[in-house]
């Protein structure tokens, strides 16, 4: 018997690759992500040089500061209410989050 | 003097890819200079209800029509005209609070192709002397910077092969790298010529903040006239659309202005509003910042003091009331070419962002820390305040002056910004960085009397935040407690 029981990083990979584009994936991830970890906020940057280049975002803004995390690929996470997050859970999210990035990176669907 | 062969071969190469770009544009010219004088005219004689009626629009923070525009243009009536300065310091407090941001001017390469009737620089003024700086020169002009506080500056570069894309990408590589203890360049704005999408890319990938080109004069036939035949700034569309082509390279804060001083002032703010407009448009991206520098007096450059549309305190202190109303989001920066005096008047009329302790002759900081030389400068600056002094001024006014650069760092630009900006939601970000920068000044750099005044200010802004969002206040208190024991860069 196959379990139907999916994770919630599972549940934002597969809901994000069915995007075309890298950025519309991330917001894609961004909202279903929200909404299973209980996250106000989470928006993406690209690093140019010392500029972190706005890509996306999902949420209500909370005017706290934001953890920011690496993806690869010069790509970055910012996470607002992280603390709020169980433990493990930020490992998971995150996993998952550069699970989609890597996933362009290899299709080469878009310049990362 | 003739431009040298190597300066007119590069002019030449670049003007024949000018005009296969104004072949190619298939952007519409978005100044309507017809539709600009009808408007004009038709507001010509507004009734003060009607300019009351436009200042209260004015408050929703959602920006004006052309048409309202020009009711204020043309509002003369002295109690109007007071009603207008207060709409405008009411809506600058509601989108970015009671904070002025600080930045020095560097003025990396002055040598220029071009011959521009009013400006010092201009490639056959012998009268002023130009050169470009060495990565080492420059290094040193952003120790001398640094050393005083600043955290963002503003390079400006001439037009010329000496100072081409690969000498900017390089410039702004050298500093940032700059640094020495807790001095260091967080944000490097530039102003430089308009250039290709493939350059504007090149200097995106060294991190440039915000992007500045001013149209000088949206006034077509004058800007022909000042800006000579067979020159690379005479091509009005390549210079109107030079943001357009920053955007399509990923460029995504971008800065308009005006000269205020070679045409009619009244047509050139629509000019301003109809750019900010159209950048919307296509982008959905207004401009990052508008500027307003009024024509000041040059060496060997009569046009300075003789032009018929020199603006007057009056008409300046209107442009910028005017131009926080129409265009409520974007920052609005007033620079040293004013006196104290009137600086301080301005200020107060919606300005967001300003310089201080600056000199702009190319290695001026490193080479006239006491004294401004106008033989080495393009033109005359008023304020030669040194920065602690120009901060210690704006305590005692009660604004809280702030080195942030947090925007740009945090993911928070373009559409991002824009979108706390035009709700007027900006100044939860900025008036806390503005309380942690301006400690990490009093801390580090600050004069003893600055110092004391700087502490109370943080302490009536952090009750503001405190009043409005606690938990952040918390935070801010938190990073305050953090900086007093020796961290350093800390924002929200």
Known sequence: MTSTFKSRAEQIVEAALREKELTEALQRAAEVACRLFGLPKLYFARAIGRRLHHLTYYGEETYLPAVKEPLGHGLYAFLEGAERLEEGAKAELLAALRQVVEFYADKGREAL | ?492
């Open chain 2, 1 to 492: 003097m003739a431009l040298s062969l190597a300066e007119k071969t590069w002019r030449d190469k670049r003007l024949e890819m000018i005009k296969r770009y104004e072949e190619e544009e298939k952007r519409q010219d978005f100044i309507n200079e017809a539709e600009i004088w009808r408007i004009l005219e038709e507001k010509a004689h507004p009734e003060p209800a009607e300019v009351r009626e436009v200042l209260a629009k004015a408050r929703e923070l959602k920006g004006l029509s052309p048409e309202d525009t020009a009711v204020l243009i043309n509002t003369q009536d002295p109690e109007l005209l007071q009603e207008l300065f207060e709409t405008a310091f009411w809506i600058k407090n509601q989108v970015y609070g009671n904070r002025i941001v600080l930045f020095a001017p560097l003025y990396v390469s002055s040598p220029c192709v071009n011959n521009c009737v009013y400006c010092g620089f201009r490639h056959s003024n012998e009268a002023v002397y130009k050169r470009t700086l060495t990565m080492e020169e420059l290094a040193q002009e952003v120790r001398v910077i640094t050393r005083a506080g600043h955290k963002r500056v503003l390079a400006v570069f001439g037009e010329h092969p000496a100072s081409d894309v690969d000498y900017i990408c390089r410039s702004l590589e050298t500093i940032y790298a700059t640094k020495h203890g807790r001095d260091e360049i967080r944000r490097v704005n530039v102003n430089a010529a308009p250039m290709t999408v493939e350059e504007y890319r090149q200097v995106k990938e060294v991190g440039i903040g915000t992007y500045q080109v001013f149209q000088e004069t949206y006034h077509h036939e004058t800007y022909r006239r000042l800006h000579p035949p067979d020159t690379l700034k005479h091509s009005y569309k390549w210079r109107l659309f030079a943001l357009h082509r920053a955007q399509e390279a990923g460029i995504d804060d971008v800065a308009i202005g005006v000269l205020f001083g070679l045409f009619d002032w009244r047509f050139e703010v629509l000019g301003l509003l109809y750019h900010a407009m159209d950048l919307e448009r296509e982008f959905g991206i207004g401009p990052h910042t508008i500027s307003f520098p009024r024509l000041e007096p040059a060496l060997n450059t009569p046009f300075t003091t003789n032009s018929p549309y020199l603006v007057s305190d009056e008409e300046l202190k209107k442009i910028i009331a005017i131009l926080r109303c129409a265009v409520p989001y974007t920052g609005l920066i007033l620079t040293a070419r004013e006196n104290p005096e009137l600086r301080r008047e301005l200020i107060r009329l919606g300005v967001s962002q300003t310089d201080a302790g600056s000199r702009i002759a190319v290695g001026g900081y490193s080479e006239m820390e006491k004294e401004h030389i106008l033989e080495r400068q393009q033109f005359k600056i008023n304020d030669t305040r040194s920065l602690d002094e120009f901060i210690y001024d704006l305590c005692q006014d009660g604004y809280i002056p702030s080195f942030c650069t947090a925007g740009y760092r945090a993911g928070r630009t373009g559409c991002h910004f824009m979108e706390f900006a035009k709700k007027g939601l900006v100044k939860n970000f900025c008036v806390p960085n503005a309380i942690l920068t301006f400690k990490e000044y009093l801390l580090d750099y600050a004069s003893p009397r600055t110092r004391e005044l700087g502490e109370k200010i943080i302490e009536q802004y952090l009750q503001e935040v405190e009043g409005r969002l606690p938990r952040l206040a918390e935070k801010v208190r938190e990073y305050l407690a953090r900086m007093e024991a020796g961290e350093r860069d800390l924002y929200v």
